[in-house]
Nanobody, 123 residues
């Protein structure tokens, strides 16, 4: 059973930065695609960034601003978010799924989810 626990959300002004962390159960990172998704009020959950198989994938709206990375020794996946915008406000979820890794196909294939952490960006 894969367990995921997010941390690091909060409130920040536009242009600021936040770092989200996802602690995964042992051996998860080597076998799964690890992703960050977000869901704003009234909107569907969407992929933000995914890492797996030595590659990273980003949705167009965060390219150049967000960076996903993983630390296999610590079983953690991190999302560094810079130049935050009010439209980045959402609940952010860590997720794990089997390959192939996708970021723009909705939540399909991602079977394990964390509890979510709120990110609020004010203008």
């Amino acid at each position: 059973q894969v367990q995921l626990v997010e941390s690091g959300g909060g409130s920040v002004q536009a242009g600021g930065s936040l770092r989200l962390s996802c602690a995964a159960s042992r051996y998860t990172l080597g076998s799964y695609c690890m992703g960050w998704f977000r869901q704003a009020p009234g909107k569907e959950r969407e992929g933000v960034a995914v890492i797996g198989g030595g590659r990273t994938y980003y949705v167009d709206s965060v390219k150049g601003r967000f960076t996903i990375s993983q630390d296999n020794a610590k079983n953690t996946v991190t999302l560094q978010m810079n130049s935050l915008k009010p439209e980045d406000t959402a609940i952010y979820y860590c997720a794990a799924g089997l390959p192939p890794c996708t970021v723009d196909a909705g939540t399909r294939g991602y079977n394990y989810w964390g509890q979510g952490t709120q990110v609020t960006v004010s203008s």
